[in-house]
C-alpha cells in the first residue's frame, strides 16, 4: 500500500519549471515548428529591449484594459490573406498589450498570502484569462499561418508572447495546485466503521445466530454526499483556472497538478479510514482473527469508495473540467483505477491464503463486493479504463471463486474423515450434524452467489451441463433442461448440497452401529434426521434447494426408524401382557399369570431406568415417541390388568401388580428427558 500511495505523489509542480530555458523548449515544442530558433532571452528586460522600449507611456491601468486591444488580436487572428504572408502584428498588441499582461502577472505575484491570489477580484480574473487565451490565439496564429525568416516582427512578437504566455500558465498552475491543496476532507462519526464479528458461528443452533458482515448501504451514508467539500467559489475558480489553460494548451500541466492532488486526497481518506494492503508473506502469518478484522475493513472501505466517494469525485470532476466533459472523464477514471487496484490486489492475496472451512463466508463477501463494484462501473468510466477494470474484476473474482468452491468441497472431506468411534452418549443430535446443517443453513443465504461459484468451478473442471459459451458470463443463470424424467435439473450448487447431505446420511448411519442397544441406535438416527429435517424445513433456501421429493423421503425414513424403536423396545413388553397362553383346559394358570407380571415389572422398569436418561432434544418429536408408546401399552396393560386381575388375591395382587395403567402413562411421560431416576427413587 505505501508503495501505491507513494506513487499517487510522483508527479512534479509545473510551476518550480521556471527556469527560462525550459520555459522557452516546453513553450517552443508546443507552439512553433521545430525549424524555427525564436532566442527567447531572460526576463521582461529581453521584452522592452526587442520593443525598443521601457516606458510605461503605452501601459493603461489592467482595470481598464481597452477592448480595442481584443478587437485588435481578433482582427488579426481571423485575417486571411489567401496563402500569402502574415500580416503584421499591431504596434499596441506587440507593445503594449504584452507589457500589461506582465503587468498584471507582477500584480498577483506580488500578493503576500499563503493561500491562493486567484478569485480576490472578479472582474480583474476575467480580464487575465481572456488576455491569456488573446496571447496563446496570437501565438497559434503566427505558427500556423504560412511566413519567412524576413518578417522579424512576427518573430519577435512571438518570442514575446511565448514569454508572456509561460508566466501566465505558470502562475495559474501554482494557483491551480493551492485551491487543489484546500481540500477539506470531513470523516466524522458516520464514517463506516469495520463490523467487530462477521464469520460463521460453528455452534449456533438457530437462524438468529446468523452474522454475516454488515455494510454501510449508500442510501443510509450520506456523510460523504458533498465529497470532496470544496467551497462553492474555489470550485469557480478552479474551472476558471483549468478551462483557461486547457483552451491555452497546458492541458498536460493542468490535468497533471489535478491527479497528483486528487490522488493524495484520497490516499488520505484511505489513511484515515485504516485501509493498508498486505503481502501474502503477511497473510499467512496472522491469526484467522486479525485477517478476518482485515477483511470486514477492506469491504467497509472499498464499498464506501465506490459508493460515496466515487460518485463525489466524479461530479467534482466535471465541475472542474465542464468545458472538456472527455477529459473530465478520463481523469475521474484513471483515478477510480488507481485507487481500485490496491484493493484488488488484497482480494488476489486473501484468495491464496489458507483454505478452511471458517473463511467460506469472508470469501463470499468479498466475491459478492466485486459483483456490487461492477453495477458502478457504467459511462461515467472512459470505455478503455471501463473494459480494463472489468477484466481485472473477473480475474479476481475468478481467484476467489475457486478458492471459495475448494473450501465448501472441503466440507465434504471433513465429513469423509469423521471416523469417530466413540458413539454420543444418549442418542442425542452429534456435533458433527449440528455443525454441518448450521454452515449450509448459513451457506444457503449466499445462494445466488454460490450458484455462481459452482457454475464456475464446474466449468473449469469440465463437468458443466451447460452449453459451451466462449464468452460466456457466470453472472447469468443458465436455461437448465430438464431431466429424462420431466422433473427440473439440479443447479450446481444444489448437486454440491445433496452431495453433502448424502455423505452426512452415510457418516451417521456409520456411526449409529456405535451404540450396542439396537433401539438406542434408532433414537440416534431419529433425534440427527428430526434435526437436520427441522433445519432444512426452517430455511426456505436451504428448502428449495433440497426439494419436496427429499423432504418426503426424509419424513419416511424417520417414520420407518420410529416403528423399528417401537419393534425393538416394547414387542417384548407388550408379549408379556398378552392374553395368549395363559390358559389351560379352559382355566387360567396362576403360575403363568404370575410370571407374565413378573416379567413385565422387570422390563418396564428396566426400560424406564435406560430410557428415562437417554435425550430427545426435539419437543414434537418427543411428544410423539411418547404418545405413540403410551397409546400401544397403555391399553394393552389396562386390558390385561383388568381381565385377569380376579385370579391374584389379597397380597399377590400387590405383589405382582404394581402399578395401575395410569402410572403407566406417567412413567412413559418420563422417558428421554436426561433424567436419571430410578423408579424406587420416584415412589418415595
Known amino acids: 500500500m505505501e508503495k501505491f500511495l507513494a506513487n499517487l505523489d510522483s508527479s512534479g509542480s509545473f510551476a518550480k519549471k521556471k527556469s527560462d530555458n525550459a520555459g522557452h523548449h516546453h513553450i517552443h515544442s508546443r507552439h512553433t515548428s521545430d525549424s524555427i530558433d525564436i532566442g527567447i532571452s531572460d526576463g521582461q528586460e529581453k521584452v522592452d529591449q526587442q520593443n525598443g522600449s521601457s516606458n510605461d507611456e503605452h501601459l493603461p491601468q489592467e482595470a481598464s484594459l481597452p477592448d480595442q486591444f481584443f478587437e485588435e488580436i481578433d482582427r488579426f487572428v481571423n485575417d486571411d490573406n489567401h496563402g500569402s504572408k502574415t500580416s503584421e502584428i499591431p504596434k499596441c498588441i506587440d507593445v503594449s498589450f504584452y507589457k500589461m499582461v506582465e503587468s498584471m502577472i507582477v500584480k498577483y505575484e506580488s500578493k503576500e498570502t499563503s493561500s491562493a491570489k486567484f478569485g480576490q477580484n472578479e472582474e480583474q480574473d476575467a480580464l487575465f484569462l481572456e488576455s491569456l487565451k488573446c496571447i496563446s490565439k496570437l501565438i497559434n496564429k503566427i505558427t500556423t499561418d504560412q511566413f519567412s525568416s524576413r518578417y ?344 454440491e448440497l445433496i452431495a453433502v447431505m448424502d455423505l452426512l446420511d452415510a457418516n451417521l448411519e456409520m456411526k449409529s452401529r456405535l451404540y450396542r442397544d439396537p433401539a438406542l441406535r434408532y433414537v440416534f438416527l431419529m433425534n440427527n434426521g428430526r434435526y437436520i429435517l427441522q433445519k432444512i424445513k426452517g430455511s426456505n433456501e436451504i428448502h428449495n434447494m433440497m426439494g419436496v421429493t427429499w423432504c418426503r423421503k426424509r419424513s419416511t425414513q424417520l417414520r420407518q426408524y420410529h416403528k423399528n424403536y417401537q419393534r425393538e423396545t416394547w414387542s417384548r413388553v407388550l408379549q408379556c401382557i398378552s392374553h395368549e397362553g395363559l390358559q389351560a383346559n379352559g382355566k387360567v394358570v396362576k403360575a403363568v399369570l404370575k410370571e407374565r407380571f413378573k416379567n413385565f415389572n422387570a422390563l418396564f422398569e428396566e426400560i424406564h431406568r435406560t430410557q428415562s436418561t437417554w435425550v430427545v432434544s426435539d419437543e414434537q418429536l418427543q411428544s410423539e415417541l411418547r404418545v405413540s408408546i403410551s397409546a400401544v401399552v397403555t391399553p394393552a396393560y389396562r386390558s390385561f390388568v383388568g381381565r385377569f386381575k380376579q385370579y391374584l388375591e389379597g397380597r399377590s395382587m400387590d405383589k405382582y401388580i404394581k402399578y395401575q395403567p395410569e402410572d403407566i402413562e406417567t412413567l412413559i411421560d418420563e422417558l428421554f428427558d436426561g433424567n436419571p431416576m430410578s423408579m424406587g427413587r420416584r415412589r418415595n
Not at 443430535?429 to 449466499?446: D, F, G, I, S
Open 152 to 495: 522579424s516582427n512576427l518573430l519577435s512578437s512571438l518570442n514575446n508572447a511565448s514569454i508572456v504566455l509561460h508566466r501566465g500558465m505558470s502562475l495559474l498552475d501554482e494557483e491551480f495546485r493551492l485551491l487543489l491543496d484546500q481540500r477539506r476532507i470531513v470523516l466524522d462519526s458516520k464514517t463506516p466503521k469495520t463490523p467487530k464479528h462477521s464469520s460463521f458461528n460453528f455452534s449456533s443452533q438457530s437462524s438468529q445466530d446468523s452474522d454475516r458482515c454488515l455494510l454501510p448501504d449508500s442510501t443510509e451514508s450520506n456523510e460523504d454526499e458533498g465529497f470532496p467539500n470544496f467551497s462553492t467559489e474555489a470550485i469557480s475558480n478552479m474551472n476558471k483556472i483549468a478551462t483557461a489553460m486547457i483552451s491555452c494548451g497546458y492541458e498536460a500541466e493542468c490535468c497533471m497538478a489535478y491527479t497528483c492532488f486528487r490522488r493524495n486526497a484520497f490516499r488520505e481518506v484511505l489513511n484515515k479510514l485504516g485501509f493498508a494492503s498486505i503481502t501474502i508473506d503477511d497473510a499467512h502469518r496472522m491469526q484467522w482473527e486479525s485477517l478476518e478484522r482485515e477483511i470486514s475493513s477492506w469491504i467497509s472501505i472499498f464499498k464506501h469508495c465506490y459508493r460515496n466517494l466515487f460518485p463525489g469525485e466524479r461530479k467534482f470532476s466535471d465541475a472542474i473540467f465542464s468545458e472538456y466533459p472527455s477529459i473530465s472523464q478520463r481523469l475521474f477514471s484513471e483515478l477510480a483505477a488507481a485507487v481500485i487496484t490496491p484493493f484488488l490486489s488484497f482480494s488476489e492475496v486473501i484468495a491464496l491464503t489458507k483454505r478452511s472451512a471458517e473463511r467460506l463466508f469472508k470469501f463470499l463477501d468479498m466475491y459478492e463486493t466485486l459483483n456490487d463494484l461492477l453495477t458502478t462501473i457504467d459511462d461515467s468510466y472512459s470505455k478503455e479504463i471501463s473494459q480494463d477494470l472489468t477484466s481485472e474484476i473477473a480475474v479476481v473474482k475468478s481467484q476467489l471463486a475457486e478458492a471459495a468452491a475448494s473450501i465448501f468441497c472441503e466440507l465434504e472431506n471433513s465429513i469423509k474423515s469423521d471416523q469417530g468411534r466413540t458413539p454420543v452418549p444418549s442418542g442425542q443430535v452429534h456435533p458433527l450434524t449440528r455443525y454441518t446443517m448450521n454452515y449450509l443453513k448459513y451457506a444457503c443465504e449466499y445462494r445466488d452467489t454460490l450458484e455462481e461459484v459452482f457454475r464456475f468451478h464446474h466449468k473449469n473442471e469440465g463437468f458443466d451441463d451447460a452449453p459451451n459459451q466462449e464468452n460466456h458470463d457466470i453472472n447469468e443463470h443458465l436455461t437448465e433442461m430438464p431431466n429424462d424424467d420431466g422433473t427440473p435439473k439440479k443447479s450446481p450448487f444444489a448437486i
